[in-house]
């Protein structure tokens, strides 16, 4: 390294990677390169930040060191790479234009590939809330307001470096005095792309329900609809919203009834913690997901006499509930001064609607009124929805606040793979380096309008990420349209996954564990590779390979897609198999006394009625034995709604056998002849509930043991949607760490199915590390 001449003075360039950029990281740059006295400059390029600074040796130490140790909250820097360049004399630090790729920049060639992360939405900060609820602030009452600690950045991005030519508020040209903010180094807007006031930013308008415009503050008269009881629709963040108050009972009916939404439970915005606290019981740890940055929903244990109607949150015992995370969301929880329902804008079974003329479109006739503005929304994104086990957070969707954020894994990936998936709950996962990028909640891929969305989140991470797939991985399941999608793909190499070896691979990638471990995998359905139904399933399992050494004792699943419509037709199936002729006059069977008979002979005969060992499916058939429900209006209701039961004090346990072949089968039967005696026996419905999860948490106990002792392995990972129920993840887990087992649960990614690309992603990769 040289100086320049008289002086000690040396300079050096800097590349910085990571999650810094939309974060602040160029205005702290030069906070920090001022406080150490340096000159040079700093920008923003597709790798990340490039720096070059020049001044005395000890203050250059000082400022490479602090890049990391004193980087703004929301940055996430992964490597600092500095190397020696030649001093030029020059004064004063200063941001310059970002690089384009095919710029080459010494330490990195730009066309090389080398790409920035980038950040996902982030809640309004205090200080600009305070601004907008100050009379005196220029921003007063203003919907977007935001700085470099807070704002939208995911949603409006377009590519990248994150600019503000590549977001969507290039469509607003900042006036002077929003100019002089971005321009000043000590202001906390220097440098903040979204950076607009009302003179110049997006605006909110008040549409009526055949989308014309309605006088008057637009907040006010969206407030007013509300407490008039009508269904309001709200461009947020990542789309539209459906709003009714929350304790307006005809609304929230209305509501239900228009967005073809039987029972699904809704979320609920409170004003702050205290309000949501009025709503929910809240432990200290849900309490912090809840004011965090991400803002995602919180299932928290619903209080006892909160002010929500009843068909909120119908037959559960949680209520979801969130926090306001954009100004518009304040300004109208401050006007209101009530909760308020905030579901997404879209049919049953649709994605969120996010493009204003197909929101016009799509709601028109579910919404008595709109308030949007004419910000674009770039990228669609739901909320976020989380519970808490043991102190951490359990990521049940993961979408806005959290995508796009990358899962870090130990294992390079060789070459750039795409993950397509599942068929429900569907996300995918384009993955380079040693980066997983996991996509925002998509929905169930079951039209056409959600496949749409996926093919265009593909081709947008693909963009964003300069990702060129060269391998794709898909489920084994031929009907799915993430599989076809795959199989379309023209000139790469294809990976089929099997469904359940996905689930165990994405709790090991997320704990950066390459295995062998006993993966317990419990989920409602998915193709094994002997073309059955699988989904209560014991794998010996790591990353490349696994066997199957356990499940749940296979059933009859008569009429196929319809028993999954029907729990009562697995119940149907479950009863026969424990009492056949024998069989009790319990409540589900009275009331389907004239279909009931066809069920057995179609189950019997194994006409329509593919086995299956399911855990899913041996919940629903519980659920309808119980009197809990028989028939479902959305995937998962029966079993949510068992669990909802759950008597906490009660403490037996349905006991059930194990039968010890070739691989360990797990006794379901014993334990549905259990809930059926108690049931006869009229024993309360909470209590059978907790006996039938206490029992199946035992036994999958003595399984995992047997699995163990046999394959010599002490390490548990638990997967798949039946592991969201924390009720049998506390006594699994319990269970098994009293059996001295090391356990991996999922936090960051979803247990279910929405968490299943990541582990496709990470299983093609070790195929592909294999194979070269």
């Not at 709109?370 to 989380?386: C, E, G, K, M, Y």
């Not at 891929?445 to 300069?466: A, D, I, K, M, P």
């Not at 999954?564 to 009863?575: E, F, G, I, T, Y």
């Not at 056998?657 to 039967?669: S, Y």
Request: net charge neutral.
């Amino acid at each position: 390294m040289t100086s320049v001449p008289g002086t000690g003075a040396r300079r050096i360039r800097v590349r910085v990677e990571g999650l810094v950029q939309g974060v602040g990281f160029r205005p702290f740059v030069c906070g920090l390169a001022g406080a150490h006295g340096l000159s040079g400059f700093v920008g923003n390029d597709p790798g990340g930040v490039f720096i070059e600074a020049e001044g005395e040796p000890p203050m250059l130490d000082a400022f490479t060191a602090g890049l990391t140790g004193q980087a703004p909250p929301l940055a996430l820097v992964e490597r600092v790479s500095v190397e020696p360049a030649e001093p030029r004399g020059e004064t004063g630090f200063h941001i310059v234009p970002s690089r384009r790729a095919g710029v080459t920049i010494g330490l990195h060639d730009l066309a090389g590939g080398e790409f920035a992360l980038v950040s996902a939405d982030v809640g309004t900060c205090d200080a600009c809330l305070g601004e907008v609820r100050d009379p005196a602030d220029r921003r007063h009452g203003y919907a977007f307001a935001n700085c470099t600690d807070c704002g939208p950045r995911f949603t409006i991005v377009s590519g990248v470096p994150y600019d503000r030519c590549a977001t969507t508020m290039a469509d607003f040209a900042m006036c002077a005095a929003c100019a002089r903010e971005y321009r000043d180094p000590l202001d906390r807007r220097f440098h903040a792309q979204p950076v607009c006031c009302p003179a110049c930013g997006p605006a909110l308008r008040a549409l009526d329900a055949d989308g014309g415009p309605v006088p008057g503050d637009p907040v006010e008269v969206a407030a007013r609809w509300l407490e008039e009881g009508r269904v309001l629709a709200v461009k947020g963040l990542g789309g539209y919203h459906l709003a009714v108050l929350a304790a307006h009972g005809p609304a929230v009916a209305a509501l239900r009834a228009r967005k073809r939404r039987e029972s699904r439970p809704f979320a609920v915005m409170a004003r702050d913690a205290a309000a949501a606290g009025e709503l929910v019981l809240l432990e200290p740890a849900a309490e912090r997901l809840l004011t965090g940055v991400r803002r995602p929903i919180v299932l928290a244990p619903r209080r006892p006499g909160a002010p929500v109607a009843d068909g909120v949150a119908p037959g559960g015992r949680d209520l979801g509930v969130m926090l306001p995370y954009t100004p518009l969301h304040h300004l109208l929880a401050d006007r209101l001064a009530a909760p308020y329902v905030l579901t997404s804008g879209n049919l049953s079974d649709e994605p969120i609607a996010h493009r204003d003329e197909d929101a016009l479109r799509r709601l028109r006739g579910v919404a008595d009124g709109f308030l949007v503005h004419d910000r674009r929304i770039q990228v669609p994104a739901d909320d976020s929805l989380v519970r808490v086990f043991r102190g951490r957070e359990l990521v049940v969707r993961r979408s806005r606040g959290y995508a796009p954020a990358p899962v870090g894994v130990p294992w390079p990936f060789p070459r750039p793979v795409l993950a397509c998936g599942a068929q429900l709950k569907s996300t995918f996962c384009v993955a380079r380096g040693t980066r997983a990028f996991l996509s925002q909640h998509i929905g169930d891929l079951e039209n056409y309008e959600t496949l749409r969305s996926f093919t265009e989140g593909v081709e947008h991470f693909c963009r964003l990420f300069g990702v060129r797939p060269a391998v794709v991985a898909h489920d084994l399941h031929p009907e799915y349209l993430s599989t076809s999608y795959a199989l379309d793909r023209e000139g790469v190499d294809l990976v089929g996954v099997q469904h359940h070896h996905a689930h165990i691979a994405s709790c090991l990638a997320e704990h950066g564990h390459a295995g062998p471990v006993i993966g317990v995998a419990f989920d409602g359905l998915g193709l094994g590779d002997d073309g059955t139904l699988w989904g209560g399933e014991l794998l010996v399992a790591d990353l490349l390979s696994y066997r199957r050494a356990g499940h749940l004792e296979p059933v009859p699943m008569p009429g196929g897609a319809a028993a999954v419509r029907q729990p009562w037709r697995m119940a149907a199936a479950w009863l026969d198999r424990v009492h056949g002729d024998a069989s009790p006059v319990l409540p589900v069977v009275a009331g389907h006394r004239e279909q009931w008979p066809m069920i057995v002979a179609m189950a019997r005969a194994g006409t329509n009625s593919p086995p299956t060992s399911s855990a899913g499916r041996l919940f629903d058939a519980v659920a309808a034995l119980a009197g809990v429900r028989d028939t479902i209006s959305y995937e998962g209701q029966a079993a949510a709604e068992l669990e909802a039961r759950v008597d906490p004090a009660e403490r037996g346990a349905y006991p059930a056998g194990l039968v010890e072949g070739e691989r360990v089968v797990i006794a379901g039967g014993d334990l549905v002849r259990g809930v059926v005696e108690d049931v006869m026996g009229g024993v309360d419905v909470g209590r059978v509930a907790a006996r039938f999860h206490r029992g199946l948490a035992a036994v999958v106990v003595r399984a995992v043991c047997a699995v163990g002792e046999r394959a010599g392995l002490r390490t548990v990972a638990l997967s798949g949607g039946v592991f969201q129920n924390t009720v049998l993840l506390e006594a699994v887990v319990s269970g098994l760490e009293r059996e001295r087992f090391e356990v991996l649960v999922h936090s960051r990614v979803p247990p279910g199915d929405g968490g299943i690309a990541l582990g496709q992603a990470v299983v093609a990769a070790a195929h592909d590390r294999l194979s070269r």
